[in-house]
């Protein structure tokens, strides 16, 4: 898996810090000392139940929104089916992260092969959606699905090629995981490379649509100005806060960090539960860009009324209002 490290059953760690106190030294204070140090497991598996509910949160809304669709036989958004896909995955996913803490001899080598599985299709398809809302946000542009194309593909491969090359094994006392070194940083590298993409290019996309909105007459470009702020907050924003934890998790996972393979999990529990939150902060988001869709129909119905009476000629005011209908469609939303 890609960011998975070495992981070990609850009893196994509290037996782990018990052996190295006795190693370290035979005096009781040491081994009181040991004993009483922070564990962050209960926190982990704390912060993984909140994962948890929240990917079940998101099924629920994606069920509620279908079943109150009207027209039944519309076809589901891309989106929505990427943000069901996702949250199945990741109860799936955070599920098996709290069985790792319990793993046996006889389940440790297929229980460790799932979990890679699955955290890297938890991985990929985060990624995706990501890069989908870019696509989004460039009103389309179909140049953009090659270059999201090769960063999910290029992903996919890193990941087929860790379950392969990475294993767990059960070494007396617990089940460790044994993480290929080059797969593991290739995995999180075109992590990365999916964030830098879909930050950069959302930036971009949303520089070039404001001064096109801006260009619009009237009412109407400024509210539809005000719809791409939306859209530039939450794709911008999100790109951002996932390079960022994405970045701290390479610095976890490499040698500079001393922290033991405990902490390690409390800050994968801590990744898991901010993709899960900020991909369902999709829903809050949506109200917000309809929100700001209804104030620009609004204004265009208010400056179809005003043109009415200024433009002269009935072909010119057709040809005005098809002109300005055809940049309206450039701007709408993929919602």
């Keep these: 898996m890609s960011f998975l490290p070495s992981y070990q059953p609850l009893s196994s760690l509290k037996a782990l810090r018990l052996n190295r106190a006795f190693s370290n030294s035979s005096t009781g204070p040491a081994l009181q000392l040991q004993t009483h ?9 704390f912060i993984l139940g909140f994962a948890l509910e929240n990917s079940f949160q998101g099924l629920i809304l994606f069920s509620v929104k279908t079943y109150n669709e009207k027209d039944k036989k519309k076809r589901l958004k891309a989106v929505l089916v990427l943000m069901a896909v996702f949250n199945v995955i990741s109860v799936i996913y955070n599920a098996l992260f709290l069985y790792s803490f319990y793993l ?59 379950c392969i090359l990475s294993f767990g094994a059960w070494n007396g006392h617990s089940c460790a995981f044994s993480q290929n070194p080059v797969t593991g940083i290739g995995a999180s590298a075109a992590d990365i490379l999916c964030d830098s993409v879909s ?26 100005a005000k719809l791409f702020v939306i859209l530039a907050q939450e794709n911008i924003l999100r790109s951002i806060i996932v390079l960022i934890i994405n970045g701290i998790m390479i610095w976890v996972n490499s040698p500079s960090f001393h922290g033991n ?19 369902n902060l999709e829903w809050l988001w949506m109200k917000e860009r309809t929100k700001a869709q209804l104030n620009r129909s609004q204004s265009h119905g208010q400056s179809n009324k005003s043109e009415t009476h200024i433009v002269q000629g009935g072909k010119d005011g057709q040809q005005h209002s098809s002109q300005q209908k055809s940049r309206e469609e450039k701007h709408r939303d993929e919602r």
């Excluded at 938890?122 to 999201?148: E, H, R």
């Design 37 to 45: 140090s922070f564990d962050p497991v209960p926190l982990t598996a």
């Design 104 to 162: 046996d001899a006889e389940s440790c080598y297929l229980a460790d092969l799932l979990i890679d599985v699955v955290s890297h299709s938890y991985y990929v398809v985060f990624d995706l959606f990501m890069l989908y809302k870019t696509y989004a946000v460039s009103g389309f542009q179909t140049w953009f699905i090659p270059i999201a194309a090769i960063g999910v593909i290029h992903r996919a491969v890193w990941g087929v090629a860790d």
């Design 199 to 224: 930050t950069v290019f959302s930036v971009w996309f949303c520089r070039l649509r404001m001064i096109e909105c801006f260009a619009l007459p009237g009412g109407v470009g400024q509210n539809v």
């Design 261 to 279: 393979e405990s902490v390690v999990l409390l800050m994968y529990a801590i990744q898991s539960y901010v993709f899960s939150r900020l991909l």
